[in-house]
């Protein structure tokens, strides 16, 4: 039986994937000085974190069976960001970036110094979270800045390819 048009209408209202916020719940330590709101306000869009589900592949007398077995995160997503002439994303990208790694000495930071935790929300008509994944261990893994057109319009588009360790998810904030 097919749902009738009352059955739908009762649903409720839909999730909009326009409707959500990236908060930085903690900064890397070698970052300093940014407006977390402001980033929130500047991020254009965010994947969604995943896990990974490995199967165990069992073959027993001419029959083959799978289980669940190891389950991970995926480990990246990527946050895109539009920029101002005031260089908040690019400021945030360029301490991050220079924090993880000295070119200069070829010493890495240490861990705890360049991790954040990320909280992404999906939010309703009221701003109201409807679900939150907090992101851990968070690294920036690489960064794209976009480039120069003088034949376009268009704003700089800053892409962020995060690294985590691990996320959790839950209704509500």
Same mark, same amino acid.
């Given at each position: 039986?097919?749902?009738?048009?009352?059955?739908?209408?009762?649903?409720? &209202?839909?999730?909009?994937? @326009?409707? @959500?916020?990236? /908060?930085?719940?903690?900064?890397?330590?070698?970052?300093?000085?940014?407006?977390?709101?402001? %980033?929130?306000? /500047?991020? =254009?869009?965010?994947?969604?974190? *995943? *896990?990974?589900?490995?199967?165990? =592949?069992? &073959?027993?007398?001419?029959? *083959?069976?799978?289980?669940?077995?190891?389950?991970?995160?995926?480990?990246?997503? &990527?946050?895109?960001?539009?920029?101002? =002439?005031?260089?908040?994303?690019?400021?945030?990208?360029? $301490?991050?970036?220079?924090?993880?790694?000295?070119?200069?000495?070829?010493?890495?930071?240490?861990?705890?110094?360049?991790?954040?935790?990320?909280?992404?929300? $999906? %939010?309703?008509?009221?701003?109201?979270?409807?679900?939150?994944?907090?992101?851990?261990?968070?690294?920036? =893994?690489?960064?794209? %800045?976009?480039? %120069?057109?003088?034949?376009?319009?268009?704003?700089?588009?800053?892409?962020?390819?995060?690294? @985590?360790?691990? @996320?959790?998810?839950?209704?509500?904030?």
């Amino acid at each position: 039986m097919s749902p009738s048009l009352n059955s739908i209408r009762n649903l409720g &209202s839909m999730q909009k994937n @326009y409707r @959500y916020r990236v /908060l930085f719940a903690k900064m890397p330590a070698v970052v300093s000085g940014i407006d977390v709101n402001a %980033l929130n306000l /500047l991020t =254009e869009s965010s994947e969604i974190p *995943r *896990r990974n589900n490995q199967p165990i =592949e069992i &073959s027993l007398h001419g029959h *083959r069976i799978k289980e669940p077995g190891i389950s991970t995160s995926a480990g990246t997503l &990527s946050i895109t960001f539009r920029e101002t =002439e005031t260089p908040i994303v690019r400021d945030f990208i360029s $301490q991050w970036e220079e924090g993880v790694y000295d070119l200069q000495s070829g010493v890495s930071a240490d861990k705890a110094g360049v991790e954040a935790i990320i909280l992404i929300q $999906q %939010l309703d008509s009221n701003d109201n979270p409807t679900m939150t994944y907090r992101l851990e261990g968070c690294f920036l =893994e690489e960064a794209d %800045l976009g480039s %120069l057109e003088g034949g376009s319009s268009e704003t700089q588009v800053v892409t962020a390819t995060i690294s @985590y360790d691990n @996320y959790t998810s839950s209704v509500g904030g």
